[in-house]
């Protein structure tokens, strides 16, 4: 099982990727491009504060 860096780094990595990709094929523009790349930024933030928030309970 990978761990949570490696996951977030990997899913980080395929967002940057995607990122690229759309912008070289000039795709970036639709509307449903847009969506899924900024929906993954999202729920990437979201998965990074639920890492940091589970951490500083852990901490206490």
């Known amino acids: 099982m990978p761990s949570r860096n ?3 780094l990997l899913f980080s990595g395929l967002i940057v990727v995607g990122f690229f990709v759309a912008g070289v094929l000039d795709i970036l523009d639709y ?3 847009k969506g899924l790349l900024f929906s993954a930024f999202a729920f990437l933030g979201f998965y990074l504060i639920t890492i940091v928030l589970k951490d500083s309970e852990d901490a206490k």
């Open 31 to 33: 509307l449903i491009v």
């Open 6 to 8: 490696t996951l977030t």
